[in-house]
């Protein structure tokens, strides 16, 4: 069971570069999350959809969007990458009040 | 601001002793309680959850829930050098239900 898969596992941009950071999970969870997570200071969330078709801005979500491609997926993107977005990143999905399952992660540094 | 404050730690205990991690919230309004372990490197690891007021034991752990004092607690007793990692408190709360993470408890424990 792959539960929860991201990618890529690492990335390097440079500033002003974009990307995207892929999630997908198996589990028919509605909700999914991004979450940022920085030494000392925990995890951070970025967006959340509570289900298919709806996305809500998070605790950090400047430089950040998302898109739920459907219930399976959901994307997070940076249209230009700035130093201070350097970061693990960790998508997650759950039913509503039940816990949240993690991906492995993406370790992104921008330069 | 919701806040879940954890002791950063970090906190040795040796080998078979009993670890306490502790956490406390400011939303009265949370109803949803987990502990996470994340060992260094890797994604986040539900271990616990609780709901209601009281003891939850699962082997060797054992969460605790005080509302009215807004305060959760994690023991682990016969403590493993397998239990050394960083713990990770959370709360769901408000009507999106999402989740708040402390900064976390850094365990480590000595053979």
């Known amino acids: 069971n792959a539960g929860v898969t991201q990618t890529p596992k690492f990335q390097v941009l440079k500033t002003g570069q974009s990307m995207t950071l892929q999630c997908a999970q198996d589990?028919?969870?509605?909700?999914m999350y991004w979450y940022r997570q920085d030494p000392g200071m925990g995890l951070r969330l970025i967006y959340y959809?509570?289900?298919?078709?709806?996305?809500d801005k998070g605790e950090v979500p400047n430089g950040y969007n998302v898109s739920r491609l459907n219930k399976r997926e959901f994307s997070l993107r940076l249209e230009s990458a700035a130093p201070s977005q350097t970061s693990v990143y960790f998508c997650?999905?759950?039913?509503?009040?039940?816990?949240?399952?993690f991906g492995d992660g993406t370790r992104l540094s921008i330069l | 601001q919701k806040e879940v404050e954890q002791n950063s730690g970090p906190l040795s205990v040796p080998e078979g002793a009993i670890a306490s991690l502790n956490c406390t919230y400011s939303d009265r309004g949370s109803q949803s309680f987990f502990w996470y372990r994340q060992y260094s490197g890797k994604s986040p690891e539900l271990i616990m959850s609780?709901?209601?007021?009281g003891d939850k034991e699962d082997g060797r752990f054992t969460a605790q829930l005080n509302k009215a004092s807004q305060y959760v607690s994690l023991l682990i007793r016969d403590s493993q050098p397998s239990d050394s990692a960083t713990y990770l408190c959370?709360?769901?709360?408000?009507?999106?239900?999402?989740?708040?993470f402390g900064s976390g408890t850094q365990l480590t424990v000595l053979p």
């Open positions: 589990m028919n969870h509605n909700s």
């Open positions: 997650a999905s759950s039913e509503r009040d039940q816990p949240q399952h």
């Open positions: 609780i709901y209601s007021n």
């Open positions: 959809s509570a289900s298919e078709g709806t996305t």
């Open positions: 959370a709360v769901n709360s408000g009507s999106a239900r999402q989740l708040t």
